[in-house]
Structure formats: C-alpha cells, structure tokens
C-alpha cells in the first residue's frame, strides 16, 4: 500500500502478534504508518490481515466460529470435524472501523478472554442466547433467513482440509522427530494447546 499510494485503498488491518492468545496483543490499524515497531530481544514478528469490513452480523453483534478438528493420521491424511462448535459474540454492537473505534476491542474483537470482563457479557444456560451460544442455535437462524447451511457446512469443510492440506509438512516434521519410523505411536490425542490449530470462521455480508 505504502508503495502505491493510492488514496482510493483504504481498508482496516487487523495485527496479530505470533505465538499470541486470548487476544493479547491485537490491535487495530488504518494506515499502515501505525504499525507498531517490534523491538528489543524478545521482539516476534506479526501477522497482519486485512480486516473483513462488512461481517455477518446476529444481533448486531460479530462472532466468530470455533470448530474442533482432530487429525487422527498424517499418512494417510484422516480428519474427523465434530458436528457441533462454538460460536463466541463481541459484547458491544458492531460499527465499521474508525479512527475513533479501532480500539473498542469489545466491538471488534471475539475473544473470550476479553470479551468476559465487557460489563455487557451475557452468561447464559441457553444454548442460543449469550455472550457464548453453540454453532447449531446459530445455524439454525442463519436458516431462518433463508441461508443454505448444506452450503455452508460444505464450504466449512472444504477450507478445514485446504488449513490441514497446508500445514501437514510441518507437522510431519515434528510428528518424525518425536516418534521416528518404528517407535509404536501414541494411544491417545491431546486436544488443545500446543498442538491446536485455530481456525476462525468469518463470513461476508448479511443474508
């Protein structure tokens, strides 16, 4: 951008700190002049996206999808995807980005870990009311709209085996590394960190 400087281009971007979580360290940029330097010997590199200026929104609030995947085999590649999720809600109503809400982390960001001290955060034994329904109460009023879920589920599956597609060399790495050819496998998974993959889900426009 800064070496084309068009002043038409004038999207959001989204900086991601590498090997972060829970949100820690994630902030909003206009101008890519904003981008905070990285400095000192502890200094990690970080991912910048484009940030999606129009997202789906449910009750005027952005979400996000978190899927539980589980690669049983490398060789051959065996992915199983479990039918039900978690869909997590911002606590604040969304607003497209500005210079005077980039940093209403409650409006932008889906984290639970922030999103949980929000004095909006809704605890709720419903599973599709609050601050944290299920992917399927939230299927079902995407449905309600008239959105294809068979497509969706589809479209949701096909971007899971392009993420494990792409990252199966790297993993084949370690997985060589701590159980050479020969040496019995494990009976058991670990689920969760540190060897998830997050994968967040976001869609485009309202149905």
């Known amino acids: 951008m ?5 002043a038409t281009l004038n999207p959001t971007f989204i ?13 909003l940029i206009r101008d890519p002049g904003d981008l905070k330097p990285m400095v000192g010997s502890q200094a990690k590199q970080a991912v910048v996206q484009e940030y999606i200026q129009k997202p789906l929104l449910i009750d005027k609030l952005k979400f996000d999808i978190r899927l539980y995947v589980l690669l049983k085999s490398l060789e051959p590649l065996e992915i199983y995807i479990a039918k039900e999720g978690l869909t997590r809600f911002c606590t604040e109503p969304y607003q497209e980005p500005s210079q005077k ?14 999103n949980v001290h929000s004095g909006n955060f809704v605890h709720s034994d419903s599973q599709s009311t609050g601050s944290k329904r299920t992917l399927s109460s939230v ?3 995407l449905a309600a709209k008239g959105v294809d879920i068979k497509k969706v589920w589809s479209d949701i599956i096909a ?3 392009k993420t494990a597609v792409a990252v199966v060399p790297e993993l084949r790495v370690y997985h ?12 058991c ?3 969760g960190p540190p060897s998830s993959i997050t994968l967040r889900v976001a869609f485009w426009g309202h149905p």
Do not use: C, W
């Open 2 to 6: 800064l070496k084309e400087n068009d």
């Open 15 to 27: 900086v991601k700190p590498d090997g972060g979580s829970q949100g820690d360290g994630i902030y």
């Open 101 to 114: 809400n980039l940093s209403h982390v409650f409006m932008h960001l889906t984290n639970y870990s922030l």
């Open 139 to 141: 299927l079902y009023r």
């Open 159 to 161: 971007l899971v085996i």
């Open 176 to 187: 060589q590394a701590d159980i050479p050819p020969g040496k019995p496998g494990p009976t």
């Open 189 to 191: 998974f670990q689920v």
